[in-house]
T-cell receptor, first 115, second 114 residues
Framework: NAGVTQTPKFQVLKTGQSMTLQCAQD?????MSWYRQDPGMGLRLIHY???????DQGEVPNGYNVSRSTTEDFPLRLLSAAPSQTSVYFC??????????????FGEGSRLTVL | AQKVTQAQTEISVVEKEDVTLDCVYE???????LFWYKQPPSGELVFLIR??????QNEISGRYSWNFQKSTSSFNFTITASQVVDSAVYFC???????????FGSGTRLQVQP
């Protein structure tokens, strides 16, 4: 199993551009989420999904959109990039229901710079 | 409201010293889970341990041990005989029963000098 795969690993955008960070998992996990990590801070939850077709906002959702059309994929869209969105983004997944021990499996991260 | 605090921003020790990382989690909930994650310089996040709020028994796994005291809301993590490879940022992350998301503390950077 590849686990949680994020692409791209690095991206530079200009203010106002849009882009999509891809996240895919091959562990048949129901739960998927996106976090951002800023210097000196812990991870903050952007959006999450408890299953295909279901998404919800986290702590810092403004400026981001998500969708969950399949169990495997959970893309994060930046609608109009701003310098404040410069960060490292992590996608994570876990089992749901009775198998939900809570352990999150993380991707390797995507470093985004907005100029 | 819940609040997770990792008061130690950075700790520096010499190899083979023992080191304890502190985490305080304030909540009115009686049932929750607590996690520790490690982030080495390479940047990935590595799961270390999960504990339940109703299990205060201390646990030891190799050089790692955990001390959870519900009365003081503290969930501390000790590395015995630290090694250079232990150098990383360590995050405490609680989760409420019924929620999937983890709330991360701000992290403690551990530097182990040779």
């Amino acid at each position: 199993n590849a686990g949680v795969t994020q692409t791209p690993k690095f991206q530079v955008l200009k203010t106002g551009q849009s882009m999509t960070l891809q996240c895919a998992q091959d562990m048949n996990h129901e739960y998927m989420s996106w976090y951002r990590q800023d210097p000196g801070m812990g991870l903050r939850l952007i959006h999450y999904s408890v299953g295909a077709g279901i998404t919800d906002q986290g702590e810092v959702p403004n400026g981001y959109n998500v969708s969950r059309s399949t169990t495997e994929d959970f893309p994060l869209r930046l609608l109009s990039a701003a310098p404040s969105q410069t960060s490292v983004y992590f996608c994570a997944s876990s089992y749901g229901g009775s198998r939900h021990t809570g352990e999150l499996f993380f991707g390797e991260g995507s470093r985004l710079t907005v100029l | 409201a819940q609040k997770v605090t990792q008061a130690q921003t950075e700790i520096s020790v010499v190899e083979k010293e023992d080191v304890t990382l502190d985490c305080v989690y304030e909540t009115r909930d009686t049932t929750y889970y607590l996690f520790w994650y490690k982030q080495p310089p390479s940047g990935e996040l590595v799961f270390l341990i999960r504990r339940n709020s109703f299990d205060e028994q201390n646990e030891i796994s190799g050089r790692y041990s955990w001390n959870f005291q519900k009365s003081t809301s503290s969930f501390n993590f000790t590395i015995t005989a630290s090694q250079v490879v232990d150098s990383a940022v360590y995050f405490c992350a609680p989760r409420h029963t019924g929620r999937r998301a983890l709330t991360f503390g701000s992290g403690t950077r551990l530097q182990v000098q040779p």
